[in-house]
C-alpha cells in the first residue's frame, strides 16, 4: 500500500455548543467523520493505513473508530493550528509513499475526488496537490496563489490576505496529497508567525516550493467540498444541502415525493422504484425498501427491510424485516427482530416486538406481541396481549396457523395456543391450548348489590 491518510479531527467546536466533539455532530444521522472515513474507505485507503488526529472529547471519537475498524489515534492537547495537528501524526508519513491529509469536519468530501486528485498527484509528479475549488463568495477560506502564468504557487489563510488576495475566488478545499518524504522534510520549519498565531499545514506549500519541489492543484468539480461547519446554523445548512443531494438521487432512481417536507433520508438508505415517500418520514441507518411502496406521512425507519407493496402509515420501525403486501398503522411500532411475513395487517396501537409473524394475519388494534411466534392466518381481536416478562425473566409464546384470539386475551408465557384454536375474548389463558379447541378462562360472574363506593362517588360529584 503506497497510500495513508491523516484526518484531522481535534476541533472543541466550541460554537457548537454541544458536549461532544465537532466531528461527532451529525449529518443525517451520521457523524460528519463517518462520512469521511467512508470516503478514504471507498478511495481504497484502508483503516489501519489511516491516522485520526483527535483532541477534547477524544474517548467519544475512539469508541466511534473502535465500531468502524482499526484506525490509529493521534492526541493533540494544544490546539496550535493544521500543521501542528499533522506533526502529532507524523508517524502515518511512514505508512505511504504518498499521504492524504484532510479535515474530519467537511463530510462532502467524496471518494471520486480523492482520487481523482491522487490520480492529478502521481502522474504529475507533485510534491503536494491541493484540491481546490472556485467560489463565487470565498468568505473565509484560504485562496489560492497564483504567478503572471497560472502556476500555483502557494496558499494565504484569509486572515493574512492582502486586499487583492482577498477577491481571490479559488480556494483551499483543507483536501491535500503530499509526498511523504515531502511533508516530513517541511513540517520542522514551520512558524507561527501569522496573524493567528499558529503553524499552518498551509505553509508547507511554500517551504515545499522554496525546497524546489513541484506543486499541483486539482479543481473539484463540486464546490460543497469545501463546506464545514462550525456551528449549529453551519451543521443545518450542510444537513439541507445532504437532504436535498439525497432526495435528486432517489428522485433520479424512480422514487417519488409529492413533497420533501420533514423528510430526511440516510446517505446509505436504498428506495425501489415508484415507491411514494410522503411528508414527515425519516429513513436511515441501512435501510432497504422495496418497489411500490408507500411509506409515511410521519413514519420513522430505522435499519429495516422493506419488501414490495408495503404500506406503512404513522409506523416506528427498528432493525425489523417487513416483506410484502404488508399493511400497518397509524400509530405502530415494529421493535427490534420483528418480521412481518407477506400480507400481514398491523392495525392501529399496535406494538410488535421480537416477533415472528405469519403470512396474512391480522393484528387490528391495541394489541401487544412480544416474543412471540405466530402462524399464518391468524386473527388477534382488539386489546389482546402477550404477557413475556415476569419481573424477572423473558418467555414466548407460540401461536399456531389460523388461530382467532378473542378481544382482550391475555397469554401469559410460555404458553402455545393450536393450530385452528380459538380463546373467548376476556380469557387471560396460562396453559395450552389444543388445536381446533375453544379455551374459555374466565372466573364466574359476581354481582354485588347497592355498591357503596359508587354511592359515595355520586354525592362527591
Not at 501542528?84 to 507524523?90: D, G, L, R
Not at 393450536?418 to 359476581?446: C, Y
Amino acid at each position: 500500500m503506497n497510500y495513508s491518510a491523516i484526518v484531522l479531527a481535534a476541533g472543541d467546536g466550541k460554537r457548537m455548543r454541544s458536549s461532544k466533539p465537532k466531528v461527532m455532530c451529525e449529518v443525517l444521522g451520521d457523524p460528519m467523520i463517518d462520512w469521511v472515513l467512508d470516503s478514504i474507505d471507498g478511495a481504497g485507503i484502508p483503516a489501519e493505513n489511516t491516522g485520526v488526529v483527535v483532541g477534547n472529547g477524544a474517548d467519544t471519537v475512539k469508541a466511534f473508530l473502535a465500531k468502524k475498524g482499526s484506525y490509529r489515534t493521534f492526541m493533540q492537547t494544544e490546539r496550535k493550528g493544521t500543521g501542528h495537528a499533522v506533526m502529532q501524526a507524523a508517524e502515518m508519513l511512514k505508512a505511504g509513499e504518498n499521504v492524504l491529509i484532510l479535515c474530519g469536519d467537511a463530510p462532502f468530501v467524496d471518494s471520486g475526488t480523492i482520487t481523482a486528485a491522487l490520480t492529478e498527484h502521481v502522474h504529475g509528479g507533485n510534491d503536494v496537490t491541493v484540491v481546490t475549488a472556485d467560489m463565487p463568495d470565498p468568505a473565509s477560506y484560504g485562496r489560492i496563489r497564483r504567478d503572471e502564468d497560472g502556476a500555483f504557487i502557494g496558499i494565504v489563510e484569509k486572515k493574512d490576505c492582502t486586499l487583492s488576495q482577498l477577491g481571490i475566488t479559488e480556494v483551499n478545499s483543507g483536501v491535500y496529497w503530499f509526498r511523504a518524504e515531502a511533508l516530513a522534510d517541511a513540517l520542522p520549519k514551520l512558524t507561527d508567525d501569522n496573524a493567528a498565531g499558529e503553524f499552518y499545514l498551509t505553509d508547507t506549500v511554500g517551504i515545499i516550493r522554496a525546497n524546489g519541489g513541484k506543486l499541483g492543484t486539482y479543481t473539484a468539480g463540486d464546490t460543497n467540498i469545501v463546506m464545514g461547519a462550525n456551528s449549529r446554523a453551519e451543521l443545518m445548512q450542510l444537513n439541507i444541502i445532504a437532504k436535498m443531494q439525497v432526495i435528486a438521487k432517489h428522485l433520479d432512481e424512480g422514487v417519488e415525493f409529492v413533497s420533501t417536507d420533514g423528510i430526511i433520508i440516510g446517505r446509505n438508505v436504498e428506495i425501489g422504484q415508484d415507491t411514494l415517500i410522503l411528508p414527515g418520514t425519516i429513513l436511515r441507518g441501512n435501510t432497504v425498501i422495496g418497489e411500490n411502496c408507500t411509506i409515511g406521512p410521519n413514519s420513522l425507519i430505522e435499519n429495516c427491510r422493506i419488501g414490495n407493496g408495503v404500506t406503512l402509515n404513522n409506523v416506528q420501525a427498528y432493525d425489523s424485516r417487513v416483506c410484502d403486501r404488508v399493511k400497518a398503522g397509524p400509530f405502530v411500532q415494529l421493535r427490534p427482530g420483528t418480521i412481518l411475513h407477506d400480507g400481514v395487517k398491523i392495525g392501529d396501537f399496535v406494538e410488535v416486538k421480537n416477533s415472528e409473524i405469519g403470512v396474512n394475519t391480522a393484528i387490528s388494534h391495541l394489541t401487544y406481541v412480544g416474543d412471540s411466534d405466530v402462524g399464518k392466518g391468524v386473527n388477534f381481536g382488539c386489546g389482546c396481549v402477550t404477557a413475556n416478562y415476569d419481573g424477572i425473566n423473558k418467555y414466548r409464546t407460540k401461536i399456531g396457523d389460523y388461530a382467532f384470539i378473542g378481544c382482550n386475551t391475555n397469554l401469559i408465557a410460555p404458553v402455545e395456543i393450536g393450530e385452528n384454536a380459538t380463546t373467548a375474548a376476556g380469557s387471560t389463558i396460562t396453559r395450552t391450548v389444543p388445536a381446533d379447541s375453544l379455551a374459555v378462562e374466565r372466573s364466574q360472574t359476581k354481582i354485588i348489590e347497592n355498591w357503596e363506593k359508587n354511592f359515595r362517588r355520586i354525592r362527591k360529584a
